[in-house]
């Protein structure tokens, strides 16, 4: 597969659905898929045992046989922790994610991919088109293989745009899956399984939007993983990773505000909320990376600048751990995760009393230099202001200044220390090479600068340094996903428009009718496109004597399928009939009288979201502004409700009757 800079990605020979990544190649993130799958299978085995063992313990009264499932749920238990033990690792191995380069940099934390179960889909899918559709499943064999092969595709993504666009693909495609095959009051008895991408644990449901938001987790989690290995070393390299961790954060956020009571933990709110705090503390360290690559120039503004950028990347990631060390986030997160975000609070601590430091000790006030803004600088740099004398007078006087440097840097060498110390405790972290070096290479460079303004003569008490304010230059956006860069087709395109071809609606079956054209022509008048209606018919005429009705939707003329014939084919069609009779085939859609009063409005010609789409809910009403993005019945799931504000044009075709009508 190309790299991120190819979007379109691999086209099947026989299709147009993009090809995930070879499941077999031996990658180490590949290797390290694979041991993840690995694992979600022995857990799940392992449950289930543990779900049988429990069940034969209360259910039987034989003592023996109790103290028998009682050894046996031991073992298995020990046994599960063993396996959510060996995922955390796995979870842990952020190393693999990293950019390949001989660059020192600090680390940054991906999601792993969740993996799912094979999904039989193709017998329930076949009953519903010969059941519902009234058409021989055999002639939709190509578009059931496009489907499953899609499906297999988008379980290994590539670490690129074009594993985006893939995910993506699949998951608009679920809009039309939904309405063409998911009825509201029928129960398909395709059960979506996933396993939760921190603890292995699986889970499964019926509901179609279950798997739409497992894809759009998968989304978020390619992006964690495409920002952790980009080059931050330039400017495009940290501009890209800025721009990822932007629209993972978008994406999870996305899946908190319009799925809720999912039934994994790692898709509930409060994992979501903190796995978005996490991606926005990402972004904002990379914002830190790009200051000090345009390089810290020996200037005191710049210098202070540095100390409060680092300072608001430390306070984010101090948020972030809070939120990990909560209840119930705390009970599954890796803890190598909470340690190193805490290991990163502390360093970036270190780092802003660093820089404070420096341009202390080395400022300089030139004669161009503006006294006041360099006062005012100072002024807005501490949380409190530092005890002793005023702060011109700091600036003024070199042993002031060498002062309040030394207790900044006395407290950088302390966070360091710390830093370094937490760091210690984790012994997933003390394998990774690359963070060891950096905490060791900050740390020193403060003991060196401290060595440089420490005298042997300094008899004073050095003075408590004030926290640095967090300031910063560039404030992290959340990205939602555009769907609507990724545009799709119905697979199932051929059954028909889903303003009438869909699973909530119910029609007659086929009618061929037989007409004589007269001299008045055949009696009937036709609105409306895709397909198109027969909005009037003539009393005594040619279609009222041959059984023609009002209301009735053409879909063959001469045996030529008119579903998808916008209305000025269907008159052509009509015009062109070198006989005296033409045969129609018509349906009649059996409609509520919910869906009567929504037809009659779209006959108005005041079509509304509400005839297309089952709810208000923002998942849904989102989706009518463009056909692109997936829209689905939360049967399970809560809906978190919303208007729509978006316009009501949608590139689904729709029956919709203009106030002009055709007579044949």
């Not at 009682?70 to 033990?85: I, W």
């Not at 380069?101 to 799912?116: A, D, H, R």
């Not at 670490?159 to 985006?164: K, Q, S, T, V």
């Not at 802003?352 to 807005?380: I, N, R, W």
Request: aromatic share 8%; glycine share 6%; charged share 25%.
């Amino acid at each position: 597969m190309t790299e991120s800079g190819e979007i379109e990605g691999e086209l099947r020979s026989d299709g147009s659905v993009r090809k995930g990544c070879d499941p077999f190649a031996q990658t180490q993130r590949s290797k390290l898929q694979n041991r993840r799958a690995r694992i979600n299978l022995q857990i799940n085995k392992e449950m289930l045992m543990r779900a049988g063992a429990e069940n034969l313990f209360r259910a039987t009264t034989n003592n023996k046989v109790k103290e028998t499932v009682a050894l046996e749920l031991s073992f298995v238990n020990s046994n599960l922790q063993l396996l959510k033990e060996e995922l955390e690792e796995l979870n842990s191995s952020v190393e693999v994610y990293q950019n390949e380069n001989e660059s020192v940099s600090v680390p940054m934390i991906p999601l792993g991919l969740k993996e799912t179960k094979d999904v039989e889909l193709t017998m329930p899918l076949k009953d519903l088109i010969e059941e519902h559709y009234n058409e021989p499943a055999c002639r939709y064999e190509k578009e059931l293989k496009e489907l499953a092969d899609l499906r297999q595709a988008m379980r290994t993504p590539t670490r690129n745009d074009a594993g985006i666009e893939l995910l993506m693909e699949y998951y608009n495609q679920l809009y039309f899956i939904d309405n063409r095959f998911f009825p509201p009051n029928k129960n398909m008895g395709i059960f979506f399984h996933w396993y939760d991408s921190l603890t292995g644990v699986p889970s499964y449901q019926r509901a179609l939007a279950f798997e739409k938001g497992s894809v759009l987790f998968n989304i978020g989690a390619l992006y964690t993983q495409i920002g952790a290995r980009q080059e931050r070393t330039t400017k495009e390299g940290i501009d890209q990773a800025i721009d990822a961790f932007q629209k993972a954060a978008g994406a999870l956020n996305y899946l908190k505000e319009n799925f809720s009571n999912a039934p994994s933990l790692d898709m509930s709110t409060p994992s979501l909320n903190m796995l978005v705090r996490l991606m926005i503390a990402q972004v904002q360290e990379c914002v830190f990376e790009n200051v000090m690559l345009a390089g810290v120039k020996d200037e005191f503004l710049m210098q202070l600048q540095s100390a409060q950028e680092a300072a608001r990347v430390a306070d984010v990631y101090s948020l972030v751990y809070q939120t990990m060390t909560q209840p119930p986030v705390k009970n599954y997160v890796p803890f190598s995760w909470t340690t190193m975000v805490q290991v990163k609070s502390e360093y970036f601590k270190a780092v802003s009393h660093y820089f404070a430091a420096v341009a202390l000790c080395d400022h300089t006030m030139g004669p161009d230099a503006d006294e006041s803004e360099h006062v005012k600088a100072l002024q807005q740099l501490h949380v409190t202001m530092p005890e002793g004398p005023s702060l011109i007078t700091v600036l003024k006087d070199n042993e002031e200044r060498r002062k309040l440097g030394k207790a900044h840097l006395k407290k950088a060498i302390i966070k360091h220390e710390e830093a370094m110390r937490i760091h210690s405790l984790c012994r997933i972290l003390r394998k990774m090479d690359i963070l060891q070096e950096v905490l060791a290479v900050a740390h020193k460079r403060s003991l060196k600068k401290y060595s440089e303004i420490d005298r042997e003569d300094d008899f004073f008490e050095t003075v408590e340094a004030p926290d640095i304010h967090p300031k910063t230059q560039q404030k992290p956006e959340i990205k939602t996903p555009n769907f609507s860069k990724v545009k799709v087709t119905d697979i199932f395109h051929r059954l028909g428009p889903l303003s009438v071809f869909s699973a909530k609606n119910r029609w007659s079956s086929v009618r061929d009718v037989d007409l004589e054209k007269s001299e008045k022509g055949f009696g009937f008048t036709l609105r409306g496109d895709s397909p198109v209606l027969i909005a009037g018919v003539v009393p005594d005429g040619s279609a009222d004597k041959a059984g023609l009705g009002e209301g009735e939707y053409i879909v063959s003329v001469n045996e030529q399928d008119c579903k998808w014939s916008k209305h000025s084919e269907v008159v052509q069609l009509l015009k062109t009939v070198s006989t005296e009779s033409i045969k129609i085939g018509v349906i009649t859609l059996n409609t509520t009288e919910h869906q009567n009063n929504a037809d009659r409005k779209s006959l108005l010609g005041t079509m509304s979201s509400a005839s297309i789409f089952s709810g208000s809910d923002k998942e849904n009403s989102r989706k009518i502004a463009d056909s692109s993005k997936g829209s689905g019945l939360l049967t399970t799931w809560n809906k978190r409700k919303n208007t729509n504000k978006d316009g009501s044009t949608h590139s689904v075709p729709f029956s919709a009757v203009t106030d002009d009508g055709s007579f044949y």
